[in-house]
């Protein structure tokens, strides 16, 4: 049983070279794209604060300077649209610095997302957290954010939750993908999962996605962790090692996920906040 066991802390890995959005990510940081008039982590920051978590860790890297701006007041900015029309553009970004507190730590060699939540453990400590991949934006119409049900499901299981959604085979190749036994409806006991395999190696048609609860011996296992496919720290990797002593819950969660770092997703996430 960990000492501090509620979730307080929400881990943002942003150091990575979306190389995907060439060359709109030369000089923007990805998380920075917006869609429609928001940034992609401002997005996922709110859906952490929706969920009740108010400290915001974001591992950056080098030219990402942008990220820490945003999330910072810009007196010039509201010195200009005070009493304007336009001052209503700021309310979002304003709650959000208000509530919430950030920090930050940089990535120094961009060794894959492992070593990215390995970098935030100085910003998280000896507590379970939570990973929001600001890249995959999930939406709930209906209720819940994907975030506020993997925190119920990890205040039962107390153990690391992964979010999954099944996927056809043929995409196997872009995601890490688990096996387990259905303990409750969509709720899964991991006994295997692997890093991006191929279809006929993939252990199911359950893929994860950009949203995560993790205990603080993952930091541990990953500092012990070998680099693994496509040479990069994978939290795969750590992951099963929790995995084969039970500690890993994967979660279909309910609602949309749109894969922000490849442009179809983009698009589709930009026509749906658009609609909505
Ligand atoms: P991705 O693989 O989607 O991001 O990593 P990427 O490497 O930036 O994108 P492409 O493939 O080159 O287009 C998922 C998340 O992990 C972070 C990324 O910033 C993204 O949020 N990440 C990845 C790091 O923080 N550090 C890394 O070394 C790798």
Do not use: W
Request: aromatic fraction near 8%.
């Amino acid at each position: 049983m960990q000492k501090n066991n509620k979730i307080r802390k929400c881990l943002f890995p942003a150091a990575g070279y979306g190389t995907r959005f060439l060359p709109a990510t030369k000089a923007i940081p990805k998380e920075m794209l917006p869609v429609l008039t928001k940034p992609l982590l401002q997005y996922g920051v709110e859906e952490a604060l929706g969920a009740g978590l108010t400290t915001m860790a974001i591992v950056t890297g080098r030219g990402k300077r942008a990220i820490e701006d945003h999330f910072d007041v810009s007196y010039e900015l509201e010195h200009q649209i005070k009493g304007t029309s336009k001052e209503h553009y700021m309310t979002g970004i304003r709650d959000v610095i208000s509530k919430c507190t950030f920090s930050y730590t940089r990535q120094i060699e961009m060794k894959g997302l492992g070593h990215a939540i390995l970098s935030g453990e100085t910003l998280i400590g000896d507590e379970p957290f939570a990973v929001v991949l600001a890249d995959d934006l999930c939406d709930n119409e209906d209720g819940e954010s994907v975030l506020s049900q993997m925190i119920e499901v990890y205040e039962k299981y107390k153990c690391s939750v992964v979010a999954v959604e099944e996927i056809p085979l043929k995409d196997s190749n872009k995601y890490g993908v688990i096996a387990g036994n259905e303990e409750e409806d969509g709720i899964f006991r991991v006994n295997n999962m692997v890093e991006k395999p191929d279809p006929q190696d993939a252990p199911s048609n359950l893929a994860i996605i950009g949203r995560y609860i993790l205990t603080p011996d993952i930091f541990d296992i990953l500092g012990e962790t070998k680099p693994g496919k496509g040479g990069e720290i994978q939290i795969t990797d750590a992951l099963l090692i929790q995995a084969k002593q039970g500690n890993v819950i994967a979660y279909k969660f309910k609602g949309k996920r749109f894969d922000c770092g490849s442009v179809d997703g983009f698009v589709e996430a930009t026509n749906y906040f658009y609609k909505k």
